[in-house]
């Protein structure tokens, strides 16, 4: 009688045990699922809050592009060249959106205390300022000019010549869109973008050398001599050297000019006169590039920009952050 008892007793222990054991595992499996849909839960919040502070933050830069358009359209009323100390020219530095809010009378409190914690940043450059890498086919043909202010360039930069006739041939090519042309071989894609010059023969180094003093825009342009580096004032001037280009540098500053003829007048004579073809005191083509911090979200958007008088049109719109390099010395 004592063995059956102490065989029931074991097994109701070894029931109690299975049965806690089984409660256990109940508990532990609900934990972990109720922690999942949990995180889950947790995750699309997190998402959607993201997402909808990426809206908003793009809503507030198409602002911030409108603003900058209408800065490029009252300079173009006033009429005179361009240079670095008109309006358009001066950065804003990172600021609360609140501020530009603050003479908003209809402004709610609310709309004031969620843009305490959002931050704008913009600046408009000069896209004149840069040679132009459009100007190196002319009717067709690669032009004399603009190759020779190139090759100073590439050869103050230390960079391949080489790269240089292979890039301006392989634009001729692109840009001759005649059927004689496609059928004899082979025909580059055009560029749309500086990084894609890649496809006309610069190597990815030279590219990222020249990116501060280039640029590529729809038309051929003349370079700014209020607004360019001494590096690209060297190199668009074909008699100039860097001791001359910066000397012009410090000229502007004080005096911005308004005409080829004073800058003729400052440099002296010259070997070949200066001609509105390649260089100017004037600008159609700007960029814009806004950042805008909000929490934890950065946006970045850059907007090229053509002004034809008073009219100021957006050409295309890139978002997302760019590999930071030193600007060009102005």
């Known amino acids: 009688m004592k063995t059956q008892k102490r065989v029931r007793i074991r097994g109701h222990l070894r029931q109690a045990g299975a049965a806690l054991l089984t409660a256990m595992l109940t508990v532990t499996l609900v934990a972990s699922l109720a922690a999942g849909a949990l995180w889950q839960q947790w995750r699309n919040v997190e998402v959607e809050a993201a997402e909808r502070a990426r809206v908003q933050s793009l809503w507030v830069l198409t602002g911030a592009l409108d603003w900058a358009r209408l800065i490029l359209r009252e300079d173009a009323r006033t009429g005179g060249a361009d240079y670095l100390s008109e309006p358009w020219a001066v950065p804003l530095e990172e600021a609360r959106l609140s501020t530009f809010l603050a003479s908003d009378k209809n402004a709610s409190a609310d709309s004031d205390n969620s843009a305490s914690e959002v931050f704008l940043s913009g600046l408009i450059?000069?896209?004149q300022a840069r040679l132009n890498v459009t100007n190196l086919?002319?009717?067709?043909?690669v032009s004399p000019a603009a190759?020779?202010?190139f090759a100073k360039l590439f050869e103050l930069l230390g960079l391949p010549p080489g790269e240089l006739a292979a890039l301006a041939e392989n634009l001729r090519l692109a840009l001759d869109t005649t059927p004689a042309n496609n059928a004899?071989?082979?025909v580059p894609l055009l560029p749309q973008r500086i990084d894609q010059l890649v496809w006309l023969g610069l190597s990815p180094a030279s590219l990222a050398v020249l990116r501060p003093h280039i640029t590529l825009l729809p038309a051929s342009t003349a370079?700014?001599?209020n607004t360019a580096s001494p590096i690209v004032l060297f190199a668009v001037i074909p008699s100039l050297d860097m001791a001359q280009a910066q000397r012009l540098v410090s000229v502007r500053q004080t005096t911005p000019f308004t005409t080829l003829a004073q800058v003729t007048q400052q440099l002296g004579k010259l070997a070949e006169p200066l001609n509105l073809a390649q260089q100017g005191v004037n600008s159609r083509f700007f960029e814009v590039s806004g950042r805008l911090r909000l929490d934890q979200t950065v946006v970045e958007e850059y907007s090229v920009v053509q002004?034809?008088?008073i009219?100021?049109?957006t050409l295309w719109r890139d978002r997302g952050a760019r590999e930071r390099q030193a600007a060009p010395l102005q």
């Open 223 to 225: 370079v700014n001599l």
């Open 184 to 186: 004899a071989q082979p």
């Open 311 to 313: 009219k100021v049109s």
């Open 147 to 149: 190759q020779k202010a």
């Open 125 to 127: 450059t000069d896209l």
């Open 137 to 141: 086919v002319d009717n067709g043909k």
């Open 307 to 309: 002004r034809d008088g």
